[in-house]
Every structure is written in C-alpha cells, then in structure tokens.
C-alpha cells in the first residue's frame, strides 16, 4: 500500500502568471525566471522557477518564493520543504539549490531498509523531480 502512495505522488504545481516584470537570469548553470513584485513594506516577496538544479535539468518547474528581510534573501520551496539564505537573491537560491542536492544524495545514499516511511516519500518526490529511474 506504501509503495502505491509512493508512485502516486503528484508533481509540483506551479503558476507563471505572476503580476510583475519578467527576467530571464542563469544560476549554477540553470535557467530560472524571475518575477519582481513591488512592496512597501519591509518584507518583499519575489519569486524564481527553477527549470534547473546546477547540471540537472528538473522533470517539471519548481516555484521557488525569494523573501527580502532587512538585509537576507530566504527562498523557499513549500511543497519540498526546502529553503536556502544569502546576502543576495543570487546567494538565496544557490543556497536552497545545495540543499536540494544535498537532501536528495542524502536520501540515495541511505540503505532503504533504513528509511522510515516519510523519507522513502521523499526520495520518491526527488526521484520524480530529477527524473531518476526506478
């Protein structure tokens, strides 16, 4: 029953209608689309898709939100539970990107006897992120 959950996670889903202006940057290699939001507060909200994990290209595009508080940038992907920090937007996803790959060969490289329901989920939802074979 587990392993039937497991193959049926759904992919990421995303939305590129942002209100905002639209740039195109490279980070680590990858491609990602950032969206610029104005706000007069002190937190600012931005957000990047990522199409890219450094030389891994991703099976579907991952909303990643960039927030602006005081003086770090914090992305965050909600639905993974990842995040990265930095002094810069730049910093903030290379950041969340090392953690990506970080969790996801932690996750390899652990016997599956080994991991407990919850991870074997997550090395599934990776798997399908970098569309690794079963």
């Known amino acids: 029953?587990?392993?039937?959950?497991?193959?049926?996670?759904?992919?990421?889903?995303?939305?590129?209608?942002?209100?905002?202006?639209?740039?195109?940057?490279?980070?680590?290699?990858?491609?990602?689309?950032?969206?610029?939001?104005?706000?007069?507060?002190?937190?600012?909200?931005?957000?990047?898709?990522?199409?890219?994990?450094?030389?891994?290209?991703?099976?579907?595009?991952?909303l990643v939100t960039i927030e602006r508080k005081a003086n770090m940038f914090f992305a965050r992907n909600d639905l993974l539970n990842v995040w990265g920090d930095g002094d810069t937007q730049e910093e903030a996803l290379e950041s969340l990107e090392r953690f990506l790959l970080h969790d996801f060969m932690t996750y390899l490289k652990t016997p599956e006897k080994e991991l407990d329901c919850f991870a074997k989920i997550e090395l599934q939802r990776y798997k399908q992120l970098f569309q690794v074979a079963k």
């Open 1 to 62: 029953m587990q392993n039937e959950a497991m193959e049926h996670i759904p992919c990421v889903p995303y939305n590129s209608s942002f209100v905002g202006i639209q740039m195109t940057g490279i980070n680590m290699g990858g491609e990602m689309d950032l969206t610029y939001s104005s706000a007069e507060n002190k937190t600012l909200t931005d957000h990047a898709i990522l199409t890219q994990v450094g030389k891994h290209a991703l099976a579907y595009r991952l």
